[in-house]
Every structure is written in C-alpha cells, then in structure tokens.
C-alpha cells in the first residue's frame, strides 16, 4: 500500500501572475509504502531533531523548508556553521536511504491564462489531475494501491480539492480512464493533514 504525500511551492492565485515570484505553481508528490514511512522515515526525522535541535516530543519540531533556509525559529540554531553542515548531512542521509518515487508538475499561470482552453481550470487542480494521473501509472507498474495525502490549505481550499478529486476519479483523463484509477486508487477521499499534524512524508515532500 502507497501513500502520496503532496506539498506545494507557489500559490494558485490567478489574479498576481506577472511577477516571477507570483508566475509559478507547482505540485510534488512523494511516493512511498505507509510501512517505509512509518518505519524508515519516521523515526529518521525523529532523530534529526531530537539530535539536532534537542526538541520537545511533545511539541514536536515540524520541519519546514522556507524556515531551515532562512534559519527562524525553531531552526535559529543551523545559523552555526557546524550546526548545519551536520543536518544538511543528516538529511541527505534520509533522502539517499529512504525508498521513494517524486512526481513534481509545475504550471506557468501566465501562460495559462493565455490558452482558451485552460482558462475555466484552477491551476491547484489541474496539477493534482497531472499528479493523480502519473500516480495511477506508478501504481500500476507497481502491482500495488495508494492513497492520497495533500498537506491542507485549510476550508474551502480543501472542500474545493476534494471535488475536483471526485470529478477526476468519476471522469478519467485523456491517458487514464476511470476503471484503472479507481482500481488502484480504491479511495473515494483525500487524506488531508496539516502541518501541525507532523507527518513525515509531508514533512519530506516539503
């Protein structure tokens, strides 16, 4: 059993598209077995920060990639020139010995906007229906089911998602009709978490 665990870099705002920083959206999924998460990856990043950061488990450190680059609390301490070298080694380490696959799409929203016929599509939504597409044909290849875990945006965001995951499960795409996702993806629901939950794979997908 797979679980995709999925993280964004970007925002699906339409409105601001011209600034380089505002043009890009993109998806990445990490493809991993629920037993290689809980097993191998889990108590690997359990350990990064109880090493590094000497955290609270019951206030667990989330790692968060805009934070660690920018060194702001609670990873003020990778400002030290040992500090860092020892977790950016760490953390190669848990990349290079965990087993996973990563589907990334990415969209130029500028450009989309200029096509008729992307023009009544959420671009949040169009790379989901590019990741959920790869994912099956992953599975596939696999000889094996999965499910969905996107890192929530919180309300409507999500209650929008889980209705385009609904209509592409129902629809099928151009490459993947509806028979072969439903047969590897059995589940009708996305299994949205947050940040606050402290899930590996979203934390890897990051």
């Known amino acids: 059993m797979y679980r995709l665990y999925i993280d964004e870099v970007g925002t699906d705002d339409i409105v601001s598209v011209n600034a380089d920083s505002e043009r890009y959206l993109s998806l990445t999924g990490v493809a991993m077995k629920i037993g290689e998460a809980r097993d191998n990856l889990a108590p690997r990043f359990a350990s990064i920060k109880a090493d590094i950061f000497n955290h609270d488990p019951d206030d667990p450190i989330i790692l968060h990639r805009k934070k660690i680059v920018q060194c702001s609390s609670p990873f003020g301490c990778l400002r030290d020139g040992e500090k860092r070298a020892s977790f950016d080694a760490r953390i190669i380490e848990?990349?290079?010995?965990?087993?996973?696959a990563v589907i990334t799409a990415l969209i130029d929203k500028k450009a989309m906007l200029g096509k008729a016929a992307w023009r009544n599509k959420e671009p949040y939504h169009y790379l989901m229906e590019v990741l959920i597409e790869k994912?099956?044909?992953?599975?596939?290849?696999?000889?094996?089911?999965?499910?969905?875990?996107?890192?929530?945006?919180?309300?409507?965001?999500?209650?929008?998602?889980?209705?385009?995951?609904?209509?592409?499960?129902?629809?099928?795409?151009?490459?993947?009709?509806?028979?072969?996702?439903?047969?590897?993806?059995?589940?009708?629901?996305?299994?949205?978490?947050?940040?606050?939950?402290?899930?590996?794979?979203?934390?890897?997908?990051?």
């Open 94 to 100: 848990v990349m290079t010995a965990c087993d996973y």
């Open 135 to 206: 994912y099956v044909q992953f599975l596939e290849r696999k000889g094996s089911i999965g499910d969905i875990m996107p890192e929530g945006r919180q309300g409507k965001k999500d209650q929008r998602l889980q209705d385009a995951f609904i209509r592409v499960m129902s629809q099928g795409t151009y490459y993947v009709p509806r028979a072969r996702m439903r047969a590897q993806i059995p589940s009708s629901n996305l299994k949205f978490r947050y940040k606050r939950d402290n899930v590996a794979g979203l934390q890897l997908a990051d």
